[in-house]
């Protein structure tokens, strides 16, 4: 009671104030039966796949390769990411615009991996090549590598296309 004999009301609850986060794909285990959930899944498998065919390369070629290692591995990373927060259930915590921020990741994703998949094919494409090293000339990259590289540039592109399907389907989320 105050001094006036009038009851104090008590403080708002701030949770009951903040809106809802905005997220239409389900949370828990339910993602993985999503097609999202499942192209989530493919994008970690094959960009790992990516990732572990270009450093078993050797890199050649650092300064193409050394970028196509950045983008898989953090592709990879992040992808691991937004799958666990969906399977956590944290999305449903957390106050976002999901729709959009899904839609965002792709898009900064497929325009990343698909300038990674273009610096792997021309990796590969300079199979050929032949530089001078010491005294004799030899092709810059040899068949063991060559081969490895043909593979990472097949899987960068499997990549590359899930992204963009994963892409497709934020956008539709986002823009009904």
Not at 38 to 57: D, N, R
Not at 75 to 81: G, K, Q
Not at 119 to 125: D, K, M, Q, R
Not at 149 to 174: D, E
Request: net charge neutral.
């Amino acid at each position: 009671m105050s001094a006036g004999g009038a009851a104090v009301p008590p403080p708002p609850n701030p949770a009951v104030s903040f809106p809802a986060p905005r997220v239409t794909l389900p949370a828990g285990p339910d993602i993985l039966r999503t097609y999202s959930g499942a192209f989530v899944c493919l994008e970690i498998v094959f960009g790992g796949l990516v990732w572990i065919l270009v450093a078993s390369s050797n890199v050649p070629l650092p300064l193409l390769q050394g970028w196509v290692m950045f983008v898989s591995v953090t592709a990879f990373v992040l992808s691991l990411v937004f799958l666990g927060m969906f399977l956590s259930g944290m999305v449903t915590q957390i106050d976002a615009n999901w729709n959009f921020l899904d839609f965002a990741y792709h898009f900064t994703v497929f325009v990343f991996y698909f300038g990674a998949f273009l610096l792997e094919a021309a990796t590969t494409s300079l199979h050929d090549l032949h530089c001078n090293r010491t005294a004799t000339l030899q092709p810059l990259l040899n068949d063991n590598q060559y081969n490895i590289n043909v593979a990472a540039t097949i899987f960068a592109f499997v990549t590359t296309a899930c992204y963009g399907c994963s892409l497709g389907l934020a956008l539709r989320r986002w823009r009904p």
